[in-house]
């Protein structure tokens, strides 16, 4: 089946830029979306079709692609970003959902 | 948008649970719809969804479980449905409805004896 790989965690200083991956073999050709969930909430919607920020979303949060990778990252990094990121996108045909494993992100 | 998850509980293992997605603020009709559902202190898990009737209505099921879940909707009440069959303890979670775009807040269910 297929998957999408995250790193378990990254952790950063307020202010720095944080950079949470997610590798696929669908990529290249499927949109990614990006999640950011707080304890006890539900997950909100942070980055859609690889590079798109809803409005609301602060203009810290930018997507990219590169190949089989996207990347979400963060520059300037706030303590309320502390949080889990979750990517999402589709397998190959288009049809099967599948979230990474999801990154703990840690502001020092 | 709002979309508000109810019909969860406890059940025992074996049993059978129906839950329901209200949803408002959107065109329901012209939205695809999927049941996400996250296990006590584990990551976000796609289990279906079910394209608009436009799209030609069809259902895809995550490999963990088809054959027991069943989606469903009814876009006259602008509602979403899981029918849960055969429950296992391991189907324990938080389960969302959403749009991709937005989410619930999620309903807990509990698989227990």
């Known amino acids: 089946s297929y998957e999408l790989t995250q790193p378990p965690s990254v952790s950063v200083s307020p202010g720095q830029t944080a950079r949470i991956t997610c590798s696929g073999d669908?990529?290249?050709?499927?949109?990614a979306f990006w999640y950011q969930q707080k304890p006890g909430q539900a997950p909100l919607l942070m980055i859609y079709?690889?590079?798109e920020r809803p409005s609301g979303i602060p203009e810290r949060f930018s997507g990219s692609r590169s190949g089989t990778t996207v990347t979400l990252t963060i520059s300037g990094v706030q303590p309320e970003d502390e949080a889990d990121y979750y990517c999402?996108?589709?397998?190959?045909?288009?049809?099967?959902?599948?979230f990474g494993g999801g990154t703990k992100l840690t502001v020092l | 948008v709002h979309l508000v998850e109810s019909g969860g509980g406890l059940v025992k293992p074996g049993g059978s649970l129906r839950l329901s997605c209200a949803a408002s603020?959107?065109?329901?009709?012209?939205?695809?719809m999927s049941w996400v559902r996250q296990a006590p202190g584990k990551g976000l898990e796609w289990i279906g969804r079910?394209?608009?009737?436009?799209?030609?209505?069809?259902?895809y099921y995550a490999a963990s479980v088809k054959g027991r879940f069943i989606i469903s909707r009814d876009d006259s009440k602008n509602t979403l449905y899981l029918q849960m069959n055969s429950l296992k303890t391991e189907d324990t979670a938080v389960y969302y409805c959403?749009?991709?775009?937005?989410w619930g807040q999620g309903t807990l269910v509990t698989v227990s004896s």
């Open positions: 999402l996108s589709t397998d190959s045909t288009d049809t099967f959902w599948v």
């Open positions: 669908a990529l290249p050709t499927q949109y």
């Open positions: 079910v394209k608009t009737k436009a799209d030609g209505g069809a259902t």
């Open positions: 079709r690889d590079t």
């Open positions: 959403t749009t991709i775009y937005f």
């Open positions: 603020g959107f065109p329901f009709t012209s939205a695809g």
